[in-house]
């Protein structure tokens, strides 16, 4: 299986800065299929990207993503106070998806 | 509005069984698949099984594969999860998800809580 990695473990920023979280796959993830997604505390997951660069419905344009083969990057613009929360990325183009360990964005 | 709404979940003992189901409404239910997703307390997410729009197609995470079965009713709009021998590393909130066919998950609903604990 694909083992996804997160850097930074937790990223300590403060509104209105810019946050650039990493997911790097042990192998490549065939046809860019690799998602992220925001968890707040006490909340179910919701998908932001996917396709690697695909924002999903409803999801503000300071959210992008990009990447290709092992190395991808989920980049928010501005930090507004609703986005401190952990991410996740996820790979889909291999069985089993799997997903990375998590990237908690907090407040500084 | 997309709506997914589990239930089931509980305290069990090891060894117990446990059936999940998720209500779905807001969308049409048979046209997409659908996965459930667990998160144990304080970690990360793990996918656990999915299940094709039309039920030909099931697959299982080797941790629960021999173990579960991933079911759904279209006419009812709702999907199960039939969990036997439970074991300790079980213990999880149980995710009902809408799964693009591509394979990521497109909603989420708000989970159920299983414990397996003496």
């Known amino acids: 299986e694909i083992v996804l990695t997160q850097s930074p473990g937790t990223l300590s920023l403060s509104p209105g800065e810019r946050a650039t979280l990493s997911c790097r796959a042990g192998q490549s993830v065939s046809s860019s299929s690799l998602a992220w997604y925001q968890q707040k505390s006490g909340q179910a997951p919701r998908l932001l990207i996917y396709?690697?660069?695909s924002r999903a419905t409803g999801i503000p344009d300071r959210f992008s993503g990009s990447g290709s083969g092992t190395d991808f990057t989920l980049t928010i613009s501005r930090l507004e106070p609703e986005d401190f929360a952990v991410y996740y990325c996820q790979q889909y183009g291999s069985s089993p998806t799997t997903f990375g360990p998590g990237t908690k964005v907090d407040i500084k | 509005e997309v709506q997914l709404l589990e239930s089931g979940g509980g305290l069990v003992q090891p060894g117990g069984s446990l059936r999940l189901s998720c209500a779905a409404s807001g969308f049409t239910f048979n046209t997409y698949a659908m996965s459930w997703v667990r998160q144990a307390p304080g970690k990360g997410l793990e996918w656990v099984s999915v299940i094709s729009h039309t039920s030909d197609s099931l697959y299982y995470a080797d941790s629960v594969k021999g173990r579960f079965t991933i079911s759904r009713d279209n006419s009812k709009n709702t999907l199960h999860l039939q969990m036997n021998s439970l074991r300790a590393e079980d213990t999880a909130v149980y995710y009902c998800?809408?799964?693009?066919?591509?394979?990521?998950?497109?909603?989420w609903g708000q989970g159920t809580l299983v414990t397996v604990s003496s």
């Open positions: 396709g690697a660069s």
């Open positions: 998800v809408k799964t693009h066919w591509s394979g990521y998950y497109i909603y």
